[in-house]
């Protein structure tokens, strides 16, 4: 069964620190109380704790009323999106001390009103320490006249209606849903008295709830109301101390500083033994990693002094700087560009045809193996015989083609281009 720890703290006697003594109960899963409320020192607590699964435990926490005030403030509705920072500075002039030592909580405005719940941060820093120490986590927190529960009529006018409790020797009033006060029973009368004439409706009193844990305390706690009030009374209730509203209609001091922050502290415990393994096998993964690309890297070195020794085989002068570039450039130039454009095929078949022509001579020969042309100077003559041994080339499959004519005296000059036919 799921079940939350609803825990009550004390101040010690100076209200300073807090006292060894603690209040909790656990809540099912309704909402109800799960068992009687036990109370004892840290070390009682610590024990309640261990038997619960869950470490470090959350937790609800009530501190109280005499640790927090509550104040009804206006503002405008361009300072709306700046409360946090300029609420507290309306305080100023009316709190004891630095506004900077006080921890500030909001409830939601409305209407140009908004109340603030204080309390002394250094107080409220201690608090949560010595829980955090003790493996409680706080993830909501209230005063603890605010977690009185409001009557069913003050739905409709929360500032109508009252609700009082006598617990523990202290007075809890709630008398908005998000303002209210705790102080000693003995001063709980002269309180009162304050209040009421602080009231702005004058011309209707207040509708009293009254709620205790025993009739004699419901007695004691009636008798405590101011004699204006007595016929106020609405309603008497015997209700245990855990008996309270844990709705969301109070303000929850858990904001700013004190908000919930991720509980990485919970999660490295829950993970830590995983992380840590997890840690290990990268740290292994990675120094393999490391040895073979140290052991590959020697490797290619090898490799690559085999290689430029049998290129120097092939190059012995000169610089090398990629092997295999070079070697296969060197490659591409000793070999033809196409075997059917070979120069001796291409003789075989052009030189015939020159020896047939009388009175012409060869005077040079060239041959381009990019384009399997040969080219031919030759020497004649006439022009005529130029002519015939174009047409006999052509009549034999190949391109033949005479230019760069030229007449010296009786003898005459040209060039001759012969290519295969594709």
């Given amino acids: 069964m799921s079940m939350q720890?609803?825990?009550?703290?004390?101040?010690?006697?100076?209200?300073?620190?807090?006292?060894?003594?603690?209040?909790?109960?656990?809540?099912?899963?309704?909402?109800?109380?799960?068992?009687?409320?036990?109370?004892?020192?840290?070390?009682?607590?610590?024990?309640?704790?261990?038997?619960?699964?869950?470490?470090?435990?959350?937790?609800?926490?009530?501190?109280?009323?005499?640790?927090?005030?509550?104040?009804?403030?206006?503002?405008?509705?361009k300072e709306k999106k700046h409360l946090r920072n300029l609420l507290p500075f309306q305080l100023e002039d009316s709190v004891v001390g630095d506004v900077e030592d006080l921890h500030f909580a909001l409830a939601t405005p409305a209407n140009g009103k908004v109340v603030v719940a204080f309390a002394d941060k250094v107080w409220m820093q201690a608090a949560f320490a010595e829980l955090a120490a003790l493996g409680i986590e706080v993830t909501r927190c209230w005063t603890a006249p605010l977690t009185l529960p409001l009557a069913s009529e003050a739905a409709v006018d929360s500032h109508n209606h009252w609700s009082l409790g006598l617990y523990h020797d202290q007075v809890y009033l709630r008398y908005a849903s998000t303002m209210g006060f705790s102080v000693a029973r003995q001063h709980a009368r002269m309180a009162l008295q304050m209040l009421l004439r602080d009231q702005e409706r004058v011309d209707s009193l207040p509708s009293l709830h009254l709620r205790a844990a025993s009739e004699a305390d419901l007695t004691l706690l009636g008798e405590l109301i101011p004699a204006e009030l007595q016929d106020s009374i609405a309603s008497q209730i015997l209700a245990d101390e855990w008996a309270l509203d844990f709705s969301n209609s109070s303000i929850d001091l858990c904001q700013g500083d004190f908000s919930q922050r991720l509980p990485i502290e919970r999660w490295w415990k829950l993970w830590q033994s995983v992380a840590i393994f997890a840690g290990v096998c990268v740290a292994v993964y990675l120094g393999t990693l490391l040895f073979e690309i140290h052991k590959l890297g020697g490797e290619n070195l090898k490799i690559r002094q085999q290689i430029e020794a049998s290129a120097r085989t092939v190059i012995p002068q000169g610089r090398i700087v990629d092997p295999e570039k070079q070697l296969a450039s060197l490659l591409k130039q000793n070999q033809p560009v196409s075997q059917s454009a070979s120069v001796m095929s291409l003789l075989s078949l052009a030189l015939p045809q020159v020896?047939?022509?009388?009175?012409?001579?060869?005077?040079?020969?060239?041959?381009?193996?990019?384009?399997?042309?040969?080219?031919?100077?030759?020497?004649?003559?006439?022009?005529?015989?130029?002519?015939?041994?174009?047409?006999?080339?052509?009549?034999?499959?190949?391109?033949?083609?005479?230019?760069?004519?030229?007449?010296?005296?009786?003898?005459?000059?040209?060039?001759?281009k012969v290519t295969k036919n594709p």
């Fill in 355 to 416: 020896a047939q022509v009388p009175n012409v001579s060869i005077k040079g020969i060239s041959y381009v193996g990019e384009t399997g042309e040969l080219n031919l100077s030759i020497q004649a003559d006439s022009f005529g015989a130029f002519e015939t041994l174009t047409q006999n080339m052509r009549s034999q499959g190949l391109n033949a083609e005479t230019s760069s004519f030229n007449a010296q005296g009786n003898v005459q000059t040209a060039r001759l």
């Fill in 5 to 77: 720890l609803v825990l009550s703290v004390d101040t010690s006697d100076d209200g300073k620190t807090l006292a060894d003594n603690f209040r909790w109960c656990w809540l099912g899963a309704d909402g109800v109380p799960y068992s009687e409320g036990t109370s004892g020192d840290r070390e009682a607590l610590r024990t309640a704790l261990s038997e619960n699964a869950a470490t470090p435990q959350s937790a609800w926490l009530i501190v109280p009323g005499s640790q927090v005030n509550t104040r009804q403030l206006e503002y405008s509705e």
